[in-house]
């Protein structure tokens, strides 16, 4: 995970829930119509899914179909199965991000910006690689939709993960990468990282392995699109600091721009009661005090007029 300290001074404070919450929306509405914008050709869609499901037997790697054939066999394990796919991704996510903004705040905006930046970069994969999942392979290919196997134990349909009647407002070709690995995989890092009693800890370690037995085995990924969500998570944390300056540039030209054109500072004016006027010799201002030296300068020129009056009447 990237490191937080730098990037929470280059913010200056903490950030503010009422200004996350509209940024976190945005991102997220924008990644959801994205999502369903990028529909691709549904033949192509299905090669695709052929290919990686050739390449991983040409390496071994295809555990989707034991793990099928367990939660198909098995409704104790596929339906709480489906309720893990078609839940959990939506609710330990925002938990781990509220967890984060409340308990860690010194590491949240990388956290959040590693979870924004790996997100669209997903959006990114599902444009170039359209790709049918194993559980809408033809049949003869050996996977059994689990989630409409079982959708009479749950709230969706047996189109998709969705509620009942909205699977038309999903993107099921979209599993190139697994987003659903993915973001389980950036609960587990914070977990692990800054949680501090060990069942928290543990569960950093078990959340994202769950999550990839969960998707193969409900039928909904291959594992390489595991593979692929991980890697996309990595690219993510990555760009979190170039990002993060970025966004600080950004900030700080809109500031710029944005600040107000300060006012030319006049004269200030004087505080001084007088207002800078000057009094005649003998005069005060009522109420202000004289000093010895002014009394006995006053006390001079009195004597001295005395005596300028007493000249003429001696002469007479």
Known sequence: MPHATAATRSSGHRPRWWTELPLIAVVYGLYSAGRLLVRGDVSTAVDHGLAILDLEKALHLNAEHPLNRLLTANPALGIPADFAYASLHYL??????IWMFRRRSAAYRAARTWLMTSTLLGLIGFTLMPTCPPRLLDARYGFVDTMAQYSAHGWWGAGASAPRGLSGMTNQYAAMPSLHVGWA?????????????????????????????????????????????????AAGALLTRPVIRMADRVK??????????PVPVTAKKSTIVSGGCKTSAGERIPGQRTSSADSSGAATGSAAEAASDDAPAAAR
């Open 252 to 261: 700080s030209r809109l500031r710029a721009v944005l600040a107000p054109v």
């Open 185 to 233: 995989l950036w609960c587990g890092v914070l977990l692990w990282r800054h949680g501090r009693h060990p069942l928290i800890r543990a569960a950093g370690i078990a959340y994202p392995l769950i999550t990839v037995l969960v998707v193969m085995g409900t039928a909904n990924h291959y594992f390489l699109d595991a593979v692929a969500g991980a890697a996309v998570m």
């Open 92 to 97: 330990v996510t925002p938990a781990v991000l």
